[in-house]
């Protein structure tokens, strides 16, 4: 080991703690420090924000994050083996950087850190999906989110209605936030290559954010719509009050989910609220 953390080879890390990837929790390390570099500069500004990181591994983009002004990082890592290696930065580092081991699924992450918070991550793809939507609940309490995905997902998350990859999870991403995908990755950048390309998705929540209740309508009313993606809203729609929700929303009931924006999902949620309440 070399006397600094911050500057020994992230292969010798990975060597000296057992820390070969697994696939059973999703790891692909990214191990050029210019791209952690990159991805922590997309989070920017940084100055006074309390970061939350998930999944550091070796601790490549930890250290880039910690190379910023952001005031604190938190990592979450559910590897033992990473746990160890990330004491080293935090010997370091001091009480800038607070290690949690945890299963990221399970936490309250507005409990973990004083505001802003800013969640930068190379997410383990095996469970990124349910801890967007998890995050996107309350999506008011980040100042923004810069997350790596698989490519695929990514652009399900940024996709424009009527376009292939446009479906719920635009959505409810939309609903809440601006998405942009703002780095490509090939699969020869990360330690195993994984079988896909990634991408990096920097989310920014609205300054106006729904009522829980609007919120709760939108889920129900997208994923019943697209449940059923091939078929009319009159029908997909059905259990949830069908051609009487899709009136008192405005919307043509022979349309079809795909061609819904995000606007037009807020008045059929608005709508459904309305009509749950007065039921």
């Given amino acids: 080991m070399t006397n600094d953390p911050f500057t020994e080879p992230l292969r010798a890390v990975i060597a000296r703690h057992g820390l070969a990837a697994r696939k059973a929790l999703g790891q692909h390390f990214l191990l050029d420090l210019n791209l952690t570099a990159r991805i922590a500069a997309l989070a920017a500004p940084l100055s006074g924000a309390h970061v939350i990181e998930v999944g550091p591994g070796p601790g490549g983009l930890t250290r880039a994050l910690l190379g910023s002004d952001a005031a604190s990082v938190t990592a979450i890592e559910i590897d033992r083996r990473a746990i160890s290696a990330l004491a080293e930065l935090q010997a370091v ?3 800038r950087l607070t290690v949690i081991e945890a299963d990221a699924l399970g936490l309250d992450y507005p409990a973990l850190t004083p505001a802003p918070r800013v969640i930068v991550a190379n997410l383990p793809y095996n469970i990124a999906t349910p801890l967007l939507i998890g ?4 999506a008011g309490a980040f100042a923004r989110l810069v997350l790596m995905f698989q ?3 990514a652009e399900r998350i940024c996709a424009a209605p009527g376009s292939a990859a446009y479906g719920r999870l635009a959505v409810l991403a939309q609903f809440v936030s601006r998405p942009e995908l703002v780095l490509r990755l090939p699969p020869a950048s990360f330690t195993p290559p994984p079988a896909v390309a990634s991408a990096v998705v920097r989310l920014t929540p609205h300054a106006e954010q729904p009522a829980p209740a609007l919120r709760a309508a939108l889920e129900r009313v997208s994923a019943a719509a697209f ?5 009319m809203l009159r029908r997909a729609l059905a259990p949830l009050g069908g051609e009487a929700l899709l009136a008192a929303a405005g919307i043509d009931p022979a349309r079809r989910a795909e061609t819904l924006d995000v606007a037009e999902f807020t008045r059929l949620a608005t709508a459904m609220k309305q009509i749950t309440e007065n039921s």
């Avoid at 449940?227 to 078929?231: A, L, N, T, Y």
């Fill in 227 to 231: 449940g059923q993606r091939r078929k």
């Fill in 135 to 138: 995050w996107l609940r309350a």
């Fill in 151 to 153: 490519l695929e997902v």
């Fill in 93 to 95: 580092a001091g009480p």
